[in-house]
């Protein structure tokens, strides 16, 4: 596959663009739906990204928003064909389908904030400390499955350690993050190590929620704000569920957790002194 052709944000962006034509017409997608003897679910589902798009699909659709004009059928035609494409996740057949999603959004995104209270970010996890996150949250996996999410989380950080990285990595976590021994603590003591030599780069802001602030809106759940360098492609709230995610995607959304994640950072002790708190912690480990 092109290196420059990501298919979960090609799907994404074909979809978006099937919906504004059926907006443009007015139309519902259950009336849509009718004309094509397909379910409404399918057309909202192709419309959201969260399915893969055949050619044929786009040509029907094509003929039942009125689209004539053959460069404009031409390229929806090619981001379907783009969109059907496999990234480097597809190669672990076992992953399962939401978290692919995610990761398609995560190896695109020009910019990534995150919000977490259990665990380090797996953007910013070393290999032993993830091990021990996926044993530990995961009970019922076997060794060699273990292995595979292991092995995928850490491919995922070449958006970090490669040459494609993320423009920008903020992450707020809560300094039961710091505290939790997961792995044990020199695991610990080695996870914090990492995340304050990764602290120094440029691109990577790392600040900590300590108990002191008592409570503060991030204790209503964990998030992700992605956004991308393409200004067709929105941006996406994500939640990681148990057997399902969650995307929100609409203007008002977006900008509602843009908000709550200014007062998370705002409710975070500064740069340094997270740092430093992140330092003494890990000397504790050492101990």
């Not at 057949?93 to 190896?107: K, R």
């Not at 939790?180 to 990764?198: I, N, P, S, Y």
């Not at 600040?207 to 503060?216: E, K």
Request: proline content about 3%.
């Amino acid at each position: 596959m092109s290196a420059n052709i990501n298919p979960t944000v090609r799907r994404r962006r074909l979809g978006s663009e099937l919906r504004k034509l059926r907006e443009g017409l007015s139309m519902t997608a259950e009336e849509v739906a009718g004309r094509l003897m397909v379910s409404q679910s399918k057309i909202s589902r192709l419309e959201n990204g969260r399915r893969s798009i055949s050619q044929r699909d786009v040509r029907d659709l094509c003929d039942v928003y009125n689209v004539t004009d053959e460069a404009m059928r031409a390229s929806l035609m090619e981001m379907a064909r783009e969109s059907r494409q496999r990234g480097w996740w597809h190669d672990f057949n076992d992953m399962p389908t939401p978290y692919s999603v995610y990761i398609g959004l995560e190896a695109e995104a020009s910019s990534i904030r995150a919000y977490e209270s259990s665990f380090v970010p797996g953007l910013l996890q070393t290999e032993q400390y993830a091990q021990a996150v996926v044993e530990g949250t995961q009970p019922d996996t076997d060794a060699l499955a273990v292995q595979r999410r292991v092995q995928v989380r850490m491919k995922r950080q070449d958006r970090v350690n490669g040459e494609n990285q993320l423009g920008s990595l903020w992450t707020v976590i809560d300094e039961s993050v710091l505290r939790r021994e997961v792995g044990g603590r020199a695991v610990m003591a080695d996870q914090l190590k990492h995340m304050l030599e990764l602290s120094q780069r440029p691109n990577i802001t790392i600040q900590v929620i300590p108990f002191s602030q008592g409570a503060h809106p991030g204790m209503t759940g964990t998030f992700s704000l992605l956004e991308f360098p393409e200004s067709a492609d929105s941006t996406v709230v994500y939640f990681e569920g148990v057997t399902s995610d969650l995307y929100l995607e609409k203007e008002a959304d977006v900008r509602r957790y843009t908000s709550l994640y200014d007062h998370l950072r705002a409710a975070a002790l500064g740069v340094a002194e997270s740092r430093s708190l992140i330092a003494t912690i890990a000397e504790d480990y050492h101990a």
